[in-house]
Nanobody
Framework: QVQLVESGGGLVQPGGSLRLSCASS????????MGWYRQAPGKERELVAT???????DYADSMKGRFTISRDNAKNTVDLQMTSLKPDDTAAYYC?????????????WGRGTQVTVSS
């Protein structure tokens, strides 16, 4: 079992920045990929950004150029730097780890951290 704990959420004004962090209880090197997803009220959970064990990143189109995902293998953390935030970015943000275990690709999730973008 892997535990993921998110931090860094809060209230920010439109145009502002926020940095989220995800701490893993196990080495993130073991994960095939780490990522951030978000879910707004009444909407489905959606991809924000992912980063593979090799450092390859991927972003949802609406986040490209505004969000940056990074990882620190020594600290077992994955961060999400968010800039130029918009009210539409308001959501609960979840950390995700995909790991191959017992022949299957398993998903692990944190409990989420709330980001509210409002003036």
């Amino acid at each position: 079992q892997v535990q993921l704990v998110e931090s860094g959420g809060g209230l920010v004004q439109p145009g502002g920045s926020l940095r989220l962090s995800c701490a893993s209880s196990d080495s993130i090197i073991k994960a095939n990929s780490m990522g951030w997803y978000r879910q707004a009220p009444g909407k489905e959970r959606e991809l924000v950004a992912t980063i593979t064990s090799g450092g390859v990143t991927d972003y949802a189109d609406s986040m490209k150029g505004r969000f940056t995902i990074s990882r620190d293998n020594a600290k077992n953390t994955v961060d999400l730097q968010m800039t130029s935030l918009k009210p539409d970015d308001t959501a609960a943000y979840y950390c995700n780890a995909k790991r191959w275990e017992i022949g299957a690709l398993l998903n692990y999730w944190g409990r989420g951290t709330q980001v509210t973008v409002s003036s």
